[in-house]
C-alpha cells in the first residue's frame, strides 16, 4: 500500500493502491471501499462524548498499516493454533 499527501500534512491512498484496498476491505467485511481508506489514514478520538478525526502524514498512515498488518497476523495465528489445539 502506498500513501500520498493530500492536504494540509493528511494523507491518501495512492491511486494504484485503491483497487488492493477494496478487496482488502471485502475480505475483512468493510463494505465501504473509502473505510479503508478512513482506517488508514484518520485517527479517531473521543473526548467528552465527541468523536473526532484528525488526518494522519504518510509516515504515520504507513505505521497504521504495519500495526493493522500485525494485528490481522495474531489473530490469524491464534485462530489456527486454536482450531490445532481442539482437533488434538
Do not use: H
Not at 468523536?51 to 490481522?72: F, H, I, Q, R
Amino acid at each position: 500500500m502506498k500513501f500520498v499527501d493530500a492536504k494540509r500534512g493528511e494523507s491518501a491512498l495512492d491511486e494504484d493502491t485503491i483497487d488492493f484496498a477494496t478487496k482488502f476491505g471485502s475480505y475483512m467485511g468493510i463494505e465501504d471501499p473509502s473505510g479503508v481508506e478512513s482506517i488508514l489514514t484518520k485517527k479517531f478520538k473521543e473526548s467528552f462524548g465527541e468523536e473526532m478525526y484528525t488526518g494522519m502524514e504518510p509516515p504515520m498512515a504507513y505505521k497504521a498499516k504495519d500495526s493493522l498488518a500485525k494485528l490481522v497476523f495474531k489473530r490469524m495465528f491464534d485462530f489456527i493454533v486454536e482450531k490445532i489445539n481442539v482437533s488434538l
